[in-house]
């Protein structure tokens, strides 16, 4: 009866230690900053510019993903000055290219337009206008590119961290990138601790390049800060409501999927969190018994 109390006493003891909240000390990362620019009427462009320099960086976190409470947040989204859009019927199309002059060569051609392909269809999923790519860069609607400090565009690149990447107000389809940063496609390859996450990158450019400027809702895509190594790729609800202000809804989206596809991911992962608790109560339970019993 002793032994099977103490046992009692230690299995409640490990799940008490798995359930309480963990503390862990945190090191703090440098932020870095999404920038976008406005300059769809270029005689007031200096006007509507709107810079990421005017927030302060040391309180600006952001979180990996939307979390369904954010389906009953007020609109916070943002647009540019004048709501200027792609003017084309819908639904619309537009055409995206790559630079061949100004592009990176430690992350293969291949990698990246995939990354590019998956962050448009993310808007494409909520909105009547699809993407396609074209090998013709200089008719293309978005021409994207990596390019270093001062390239041309009034808006000089400032190094590794700081500003990421940059892109202008419909209709102008610029969309650079600051070719100092060590991009990723997959942190499992890539151990810089100053990586950025290109899709979350592109994402985010996306949204200002469709009309949308930056957000206060620190789950939305259009959060302008981002931490090395963080990835924020899938729309929250006010990405969703801001974009749809300017184009519509895509016919063969709805909320509904939208929640179900959130909580499902949630509860997995919960699941998967819960599976693997009780193997490890489980396992430390079995070794203590073999203990005992090697000690008596």
């Known amino acids: 009866m002793l032994l099977f109390t103490n ?46 320099n005017t927030l302060d960086g040391s309180k600006l976190m952001l979180s990996d993903s939307y979390k369904a409470s954010s ?25 995206y290219a790559f630079s061949k002059e100004n592009m990176i060569n430690y992350l293969h051609i291949t990698d990246i337009k995939a990354v590019f392909k998956r962050a448009f269809s993310k808007w494409a999923s909520v909105i009547p206008v699809s993407f396609i790519e074209t090998d013709d860069y200089d008719f293309a609607d978005i021409r994207i590119g990596f390019y270093s400090g001062d390239h041309g565009d009034g808006e000089p690149f400032d190094g590794v961290l700081g500003v990421l990447a940059h892109s202008f107000s419909p209709e102008s389809g610029k969309f650079h990138l600051d070719a100092a940063e060590t991009w990723a496609v997959d942190f499992g390859s890539e151990k810089s601790p100053v990586a950025v996450d290109l899709e979350s990158v592109a994402v985010h450019e996306i949204g200002h390049l469709l009309g949308l400027t930056h957000s206060p809702v620190k789950e939305a895509v259009m959060y302008p800060t ?71």
């Open 7 to 52: 046992h009692l006493l230690l299995l409640i003891f490990i799940i008490f230690i798995h359930e309480s909240p963990q503390c862990i000390a945190v090191r703090s990362t440098p932020k870095f900053k999404l920038k976008q620019s406005d300059k769809y009427d270029p005689a007031e462009a200096t006007r509507h510019k709107v810079s990421d």
């Open 71 to 95: 389906l009953h947040a007020k609109k916070d989204y943002v647009l540019f000055p004048g709501k200027p859009r792609w003017t084309r019927h819908v639904p619309m199309t537009l055409s």
């Open 226 to 296: 981002l931490k090395p190594r963080d990835k924020k790729v899938d729309l929250a609800l006010d990405d969703i409501q801001g974009v749809q202000a300017l184009y519509g809804s895509n016919p063969n989206f709805t909320i509904g999927s939208l929640v179900e596809s959130d909580i499902s991911t949630n509860l997995a992962v919960d699941l998967r969190i819960k599976s693997s608790m009780w193997a490890t109560l489980i396992l430390h339970y079995l070794v203590f018994c073999f203990c005992i019993n090697i000690t008596r």
